[in-house]
Each structure stands twice: as C-alpha cells, then as structure tokens.
C-alpha cells in the first residue's frame, strides 16, 4: 500500500518506492510513503487561487457551520478511524483523545462563530475619536490573508493535530497545507480522504503531504502563516530560513518542553491532594506512551515527601500492562515506531549518567500480546534526581517517552526555580490545595509557561488534566518551547487575518465595515423597524422616538417597583460632597424608558429581545429633564434555521429561520446631548423561511 498525498484536487502516489511505514505493535510493514514528484510552488499556488478565494468570500457564520457540518460527519463515521490509530501502538484512549479530541476542535471553532459578525471580516475592537466634532473616526478592521496556513505536525498526534490548526485557519477564511510526520501519516491520509468525499470544504481548501516536504518553505510569501509542532532543534532550524526572514513570514512553533508537575507542601499523604498527583503524573506519564508535547517530564516534591511519592508513584506504574492495545487490559501501547524506541533510550541513558533509576528497566519488562523485540514497547522509567540544582540533565535533555524524573524542593521560592529550569514549558502544573501557595507559584512561574494548572479536590472531577490544551484555551509557550501560540479561541483566529487600520467618516465607515458609527448618516422611514423583517433592515434605518419629560413621580414609581432606594434617587438631604444637584434618575429607568418609547408593540418579526451588549449613563438625568431616544440598526447577524430527525419533537419556535439585529439605543435630552448610550439584540424572523 502507498500513502498517498492530496494535491491540487488530486490523490497522488509520490515517486519512486517511497519510505517503508510499519506497525507500532508488530513490526510489519504496512506500506510506503513518498512525496517525491509533488510541485510544492504548484499545489501553494493553488491554494491562493482556488481555495482561498472561495473561503475569504464565505462569511464567518458560514465557515462555523462548514466546522460544524465536517465535525458532525466525521464523528458519525468515526469507527473507521480507530482501527487504524491502533496500529500506531495507541491504545483506545489514547486514540479517543486523538480522533475524538481533534474533531471536539472542530466543534469549539464552529461555536466561536457566536463572537463574529456576519460579514467576511471582522471589526476589531473600538472606534476611534480622531477629531474634536466626530467627522473624523478611526477603526480596525481584520481580513483574511490572502495566503495559505502550512501546518507541520508531529507524529504523536496524526488527527488532533491536524484538525486543532485547519480549524483555526478554515474559520479566519484561509486555505492549509498539511504535513504530518510520515511515521504515521497512515492515519492522517485516512482521515482528510474522508474530508474530501464529505464534499464539506471548497475545493483547495485542503491539500496533504505524507511524504517528505522539504523545499516547500522556499515558496512561502508574506501573506502564508508557517506552523510547526515538534522538536525545538527541528524547529529552529525551520525558523532561522532566510526565505522566513525575507518575506516576513509569521511563524509559530510549537516545540517538546520539559513540562513540570509540582505537589504542594499541603499535600502530604492521606490527602486528597497527594492521591491526586500520583494518579495525574501516572496517566501523564503513559498516556501515548509519554508521547506528548505536554507530557509530564519533571516531578518537582517537597523533600520530606520524596521517598512518599517515589513509592505511590511506583507501586502505580507497576500496574500499567503493556502491549496490544487490542488485548483486554492493556493500559499502555508502543511508541510510533523502532527509530522512536531508540532515540528514547539514547536519551534515557544520558540522563541515567547524572541521576538514578528507581523505576522500570530498558530491556526487563513484560508485554502483553505481542512480541517485544518486534514492536515499538518501552517500559515507563522513573528517575530520581537528588540534587537538581547541580545536576542538570533532567532540565535540559527530554526523553519523548514515558520518561519522568522525581527531584526535591526545600521550599515554593525553590519549587518555582526549579519549574523554570526548563527555560520555558507548554505546561505545568501545580497539585495543592492552599490558595496562598497556588498563588505564589502561579505568579512566580507563569512567565516560563504557557498554561499552570492549579488542581485539587475542587476541580478534580471534571478537570481536563495537566496534558489536555484546549481550543478556547492558549497553547503555546515562551523559550524552549517555541515562543508561539495557537487555538486560545477568538486569539488564535485573529493569527491568520491581517489587521488594518481604517479612517474616515462615521457615514463611510459604517458602510465599509457593516456596523454602524456613532455618529453616521441615520435613515428614517415610514415603517417602524420592528415592523420590518430581517433581510428588510438595512444598518442605520433609525426611529426617532417621541419625548418624555422626567417627573419626581417617575424616580419614586421606579424606586417602588425595583426596590432599588440607593440614596441618590430617594434622599436629597444625602447630595451633599456627591456629583448630584437633586434627585437622580435611576440609569435603568432611562433604559427602561427608552425601551417604552422605541418599541412598536403591533406584533411583527419580532421574537424577543436576546439581551444587552453594553450600556453606559454618561449624564445624570433629573426631574424636569426631556428625553428622546434615536433607534439606530446597528449590526445584523443570521442564524441557521435549526433542522431536526424525521418524528423528532420540534419546541415551538425552533423550526423558524431568524437573526439577530443589534440596535444602538442613544437616548438624549432637549440640549440634544446624549444621555445614555445602549446596544439591544433582538432576534427577527425572516420574511423567506426557505
């Protein structure tokens, strides 16, 4: 069998006989992977010209629903995938976090559509004041780049890998490039195959490399975004390319890191706490075999605790059965493969020159289900290194296997020096349950990691666990490992658009960006815009609202009814050293006023008011006082109509086809100045339900 590649449209066998590929577990060779032969300027080219375009056109309420349809698809076929996962020694967990935890990333990325527009672009952040009577605004705005993401993955992950970058890049409207590691390229090749038949994503969104790739950064250009996960040797060397540095090419890696796990002074044996940290160093040390960029490699205790913990932790890791993931009670597969196996212990015996092994042995271990010698096993191997300070291989050297080392701290001041000799982390963690000493980590540490997790009774149920990143979460982390940043939600979309300042009129704004500016032209008509469906609004039709003068009886009323008796509304003998000159208004009598004056109360599209964005009182408002209110549409945002299973019971008012309108509420009195200042979301239906 060849793995092939996806380029230009097309599924290609790469030149030549190609690399042989095996099987984690037994050793036999399941096919070849080549590259050779592929046009990496060609399938760039095509990405930029086909594939490109059709995304950056596509409205981010559209690209989150494409996410959603992919992730809804691949999750009903996910049963295909499993099989093939295995061979890469994973065991059906590890293979879940994979398979399920990649598509989970799809579905993450689909909800974020919720904090966009409806437009292509995004508007980004606040107008800006740029002229003293507000006919000059500045703004940002974010398109997409008009390039191609190129993502280099890691073996470790062939599917969450994939799926956690092109999400990202798919929801900003930008086409992918993806090179896995072709020592599991199997599996990734078996996944995007069923991407492409799923006809889900415009044609050249998506192109695969199994094979080699190298060459293909010297076709980058300054609108293409470089990702790399992997080794840091590996990845510095990706990032100290001239063709980078010439073009100005953003580059974010992702590299190993020495990632630390910390117990807390409190938590001594007998406690919650402690079981809680020999159960999350276990899992993280044989989870994918220790095979992750987040894995734990450090395991930094109080020293009075060190013998505690060496023997829980030990008498854990002897109940790990190792082998064929496919055998009831194996808990720990192979690594990826025999190059894997032995570059692990090359690394485990240069660190067994500075520190002790007191747990596992390289050769003298059993396997369950399969033959040893011929598939990719490993026993976990537990250091203890009693001198950290001074010997320092365990700070410097990773062994990307399940591979840990056990060193004392005296106190936290030491706890968090030792937790930075890392010289930077994906992760750390920090097991206790003393908020004094959470915080003094965190503050002390955080600048050497890209995300602490604080554990400890509390959250344990339903914490995701120190090696798990999350896609509304940033992953990434400073020095060693790799000084980038990728998912983190909103954060890692805005990575692939370019920001650009814009500046003008209110009026000219407010037509390039599709949101009203304070301040720009208002439209007023006939009909009332809550008598108009939504594709009938346009941004800035306005209702002028008739007046109302503030009366005593209003502030009393109010008081009465909210119970709100603050002392600047009820009591004019306390105004005194205040901002006050009388009794005020309630802010949320102005509000609900406004609210009695815009609203049409003939029923119409209208379905509800979905909430408040923001609401400001600039202005105490007084007895006395005439307000009016300007009703300005402001931003319009549809939403899919909701589709249900033949004899599924639909809730009443589900099934219809709506949006949401935000409206700017700018409530003013008779100087004309405004008063209070609010943006409403109300949902409208549709005039065409189809």
């Known amino acids: 069998m ?12 790469g030149d030549g006989d190609g690399a042989p590929l095996y099987n984690a577990i037994t050793g036999d060779e399941i096919g070849t992977v080549s590259s050779k032969g592929l046009d990496f300027a060609a399938m760039m080219d095509y990405a930029r010209k086909t594939g490109g375009p059709a995304l950056a056109k596509m409205t981010f309420q559209e690209r989150g629903l494409m996410l959603k349809a992919l992730a809804l698809h691949l999750m009903s076929i ?72 190129i993502h280099i993955n890691a073996f470790n992950f062939p599917i969450w890998g994939m799926l956690e970058k092109i999400a990202v890049n798919f929801m900003a409207g930008v086409p992918a490039i993806v090179k896995p590691a072709a020592l599991t390229s199997y599996l990734t090749e078996v996944m995007v195959q069923e991407i492409i038949a799923s006809g889900i994503l415009p044609e050249g969104a998506l192109q695969l490399v199994c094979g080699s790739a190298r060459g293909i950064i010297d076709h980058v250009t300054s609108q293409d975004v470089v990702t790399f996960t992997g080794s840091a040797s590996t990845g510095q060397m990706l990032k100290a390319s001239s063709r980078l540095t010439e073009e100005a090419v953003p580059f974010n890696m992702e590299a190993d890191s020495l990632n630390a796990c910390i117990l807390g002074e409190d938590a ?5 706490e402690f079981d809680l940290f020999i159960k999350e160093v276990q899992r993280e040390m044989t989870v994918k075999a220790g095979q992750k960029c987040t894995a734990v490699r450090r395991i930094i205790v109080p020293e009075k605790l060190v013998e505690d913990v060496q023997i829980a932790l030990g008498q854990r890791l002897a109940k790990t059965t190792i082998g064929d993931p496919a055998v009831e009670g194996v808990r720990m597969g192979s690594l990826a493969g025999q190059e894997q196996v032995t570059e692990v212990k090359e690394k485990v015996e240069q660190l067994a020159k500075s520190q002790q092994i007191v747990f596992g042995d390289l050769e003298s271990f059993e396997v369950t289900g399969a033959d040893k010698n011929k598939g990719a096993f490993m026993s976990p191997i537990l250091f203890l290194n009693d001198d950290p300070f001074n010997k320092t291989d365990c700070h410097n050297v990773e062994a990307f296997g399940p591979v840990s080392t056990i060193m004392p701290y005296k ?52 914490s995701t ?34 920001r650009t300042a814009i500046q003008g009129s209110p009026t000219m704004l407010t037509k390039i960006t599709q949101q009203y500016q304070y301040g720009a032209d208002q439209y007023e008509d006939d009909k009332h815009v809550f008598q108009k469906y939504f594709e009938e609004i346009n941004i800035g039709d306005t209702v002028i609202t008739r007046k109302h003068t503030v009366t005593d009886a209003d502030i009393v009323n109010f008081a009465n009814v909210s119970g709100d008796n603050f002392y600047a509304h009820v009591d004019a003998t306390s105004l005194d050293e205040t901002i006050f000159e009388q009794n005020v208004a309630h802010g949320y009598w102005v509000l609900s006023k406004a609210a009695g004056l815009f609203v049409d109360g003939k029923k119409g599209p209208v379905l509800l008011n979905y909430g408040l964005d923001e609401c ?50 700018d409530v003013y009195d008779e100087t004309g100045e405004t008063v209070a200042l609010a943006t409403i979301l109300t949902m409208i239906k549709f005039k065409n339900q189809d």
């Open 2 to 13: 060849k793995v092939k590649n996806y380029a230009q449209g097309k599924w290609v066998e």
């Open 78 to 149: 996910k049963k295909k995938f499993y099989g093939v996962s295995a061979q890469s020694g994973a065991t059906k967990v590890d293979s879940w976090i994979d398979i399920e935890g990649g598509i989970g990333n799809l579905f993450a990325n689909a909800s974020l559509r919720r904090q966009f527009g409806d437009q292509p672009f995004y508007v980004d952040g606040e107008t800006a004041p740029l002229s003293k009577e507000g006919t000059f605004i500045g703004h940002h705005i974010m398109v997409p780049k008009q390039g191609v993401a």
């Open 268 to 272: 001594v044996p007998g406690t919650e």
């Open 411 to 462: 106190d936290i001041n030491e706890a968090i020096e030792l937790a930075k000799m890392g010289k930077g982390s994906l992760v750390c963690s920090i097991v206790t349950n003393n908020d004094k000493i959470a915080t003094e980590f965190v503050m002390g540490a955080a600048c050497f990691h890209g995300r602490i997790l604080v554990l400890n009774r509390a959250c344990a149920k339903e």
């Open 465 to 498: 666990g120190h090696g798990s990143p999350m896609p509304l979460m940033t992953h990434g982390g400073p020095g060693r490992a790799g000084g980038g940043e990728e998912m983190g939600g909103k954060r890692g979309i805005l990575h692939y658009l370019q």
């Open 616 to 665: 400001r009182f600039t202005k105490p408002v007084y007895p006395g006082m005439t307000l009016g209110v300007r009703f300005t549409a402001k931003e319009k945002i549809s939403q899919e109509k909701k589709t249900f299973t033949e004899g599924e019971e639909i809730p009443k008012g589900m099934d219809i086809k709506k949006g949401i309108v935000k409206f700017l509420v």
